[in-house]
């Protein structure tokens, strides 16, 4: 009778070992990519955000996560103006008794894994936790006791727990793996404020007003007016569901994404709101003219150079849905790299063949032309062009600010075709906002150890607007 009450424990125990090890697996599986995206976006190692949302949240099983997507145990603060959920946690009040804490309530579980990368990053903390974005993020061990040290937990072992959950699911091999797909919003990390091509914006709720959305955010009415040409009316209810953009809309898409193909029921101004694009600059670029819309299946440049041909109109009928296979290779440089200004010619401009995520980059004076002694005769068909020496970036006050920009200089003209640049050209880089030193060195092939001999920094700490050199 004991051997089989004792067999029976031993199953039941198995059982739930089986179980919570499941649980924890299907919690990696389904958090890794936001994890891995965080990493690259905010500089914290995705085995450590794992980890810590594996030990905090019980692998997403405990109330706080369940009714306030908060993964990470994060308290309201004196800042938060969200929605709260409180909870018995550490806090006791004068007499000692065990008093319920407030915690801060997420849209979304995506959002909560930005929300503990922006708690980690935020200024006003630099003093504690500052420290541990000069660690190497693919130290997990020195991450993982660090945050101990910062005080971010108050368990003795909250370091060996961390890494014992590491190297049990063997999460310190997503620290080495590189999505740089910047073309995925980011999620909202407070009230409702997301972000999309690096533009803030907000969704709009049921009978509000672009006057409600102003006092909402903290942004002039004027402002949104211009920022939203499709809202005409700021005293008319805005239908629940549409997208407001609380900055101005970029000339070129920032993501790795260079060609949009046009669904059914889809214009123009739809795939201006979805890559929150300039709509004029959307139909410049595509070589066509404003008010016209593009046929289902055809696809629309987002970013970089204009193509040889404007795309098909809706009124000259659909095109043979394209096969994946025949898909254009995403070789184009960002659009920050190609922005095009009124009077300059760009029709014979060569396309720049570079592999290369959005990035803004400062080139070196552009070096002389050579000009060879016989005349070159043009092949007959369309030959990989050398790269094109981009023109210098617009200077900007604000980086989120487009509408005030300096016109590049105008690409020199001429018969014959342009000289490599040496090999040894110095490259740049301009810091823009969710820059790491890390992710910098991911877009370039290179280190972080390299980009800190290269500019003779003592540790990894860069700031916004800051040209770096990168080559």
Request: net charge neutral; hydrophobic share 30%; charged share 25%.
């Amino acid at each position: 009778m004991k051997k089989a009450i004792w067999l029976a424990v031993a199953l039941l125990t198995g059982t739930q070992v089986w179980s919570q090890d499941q649980d924890f697996r299907n919690y990696v599986e389904k958090y890794k990519d936001i994890a891995v995206r965080e990493m690259e976006r905010a500089g914290i190692p995705a085995s450590i955000k794992l980890a810590q949302g594996l030990l905090e949240s019980n692998a997403g099983k405990s109330p706080l996560a369940r009714h306030a997507n908060n993964h990470f145990g994060i308290k309201c603060g004196n800042d938060w103006k969200g929605k709260t959920y409180s909870q018995e946690d550490d806090e006791y009040d004068a007499n000692g008794k065990l008093v319920k804490s407030c915690f801060r309530v997420y849209k979304s579980d995506e959002a909560s894994f930005v929300a503990h990368s922006e708690f980690l990053r935020d200024p006003l903390k630099t003093n504690r936790y500052g420290f541990l974005f000069l660690i190497d993020p693919t130290d997990y061990k020195r991450w993982a006791q660090g945050l101990k040290r910062a005080g971010y937990a108050t368990s003795a072992t909250y370091p060996e727990k961390l890494i014992s959950l590491i190297e049990r699911y063997e999460l310190h091999k997503y620290d080495r793996v590189s999505t740089i797909d910047f073309e995925t919003p980011a999620e909202e990390v407070m009230v409702g404020i997301l972000s999309v091509n690096d533009v803030k914006y907000v969704i709009s709720d049921s009978s509000e007003t672009l006057a409600d959305i102003a006092r909402r955010s903290d942004v002039s009415l004027r402002s949104l007016l211009h920022y939203n040409e499709h809202i005409v009316d700021e005293g008319k209810a805005i239908p629940s569901g549409t997208k407001v953009f609380l900055q101005p809309k970029r000339n070129s898409y920032r993501g790795r994404q260079t060609w949009h193909y046009v669904k059914a029921g889809e214009n123009m101004r739809d795939i201006s709101m979805n890559y929150a694009l300039n709509l004029v600059k959307l139909y410049k670029r595509n070589r066509m003219t404003l008010g016209t819309e593009p046929a289902v299946n055809e696809r629309i440049k987002l970013r970089g150079s204009k193509p040889k041909n404007r795309p098909r109109l809706s009124s000259e009928g659909a095109v043979p849905t394209p096969v994946p296979d025949q898909m254009p290779k995403d070789k184009d440089v960002d659009g920050l790299l190609d922005m095009e200004v009124e009077g300059t010619n760009t029709t014979n401009k060569p396309k720049n063949t570079y592999n290369s995520p959005p990035v803004e980059v400062e080139p070196e004076p552009t070096l002389p032309v050579i000009t060879p002694q016989k005349p070159v005769t043009p092949p007959q068909s369309d030959p990989v062009p050398p790269p094109e020496k981009p023109a210098t970036p617009p200077v900007m006050e604000d980086p989120f600010n487009e509408t005030e920009t300096k016109p590049a200089t105008p690409p020199v003209t001429t018969d014959t075709p342009e000289t490599n640049p040496p090999a040894d050209t110095p490259q740049y880089h301009t810091v823009i906002k969710g820059d790491t030193l890390w992710n910098i060195s991911q877009r370039y092939g290179t280190s972080v150890d390299e980009l800190r001999r290269l500019n003779n920094m003592a540790n990894n700490n860069i700031q916004l607007g800051q040209r770096l050199r990168v080559k």
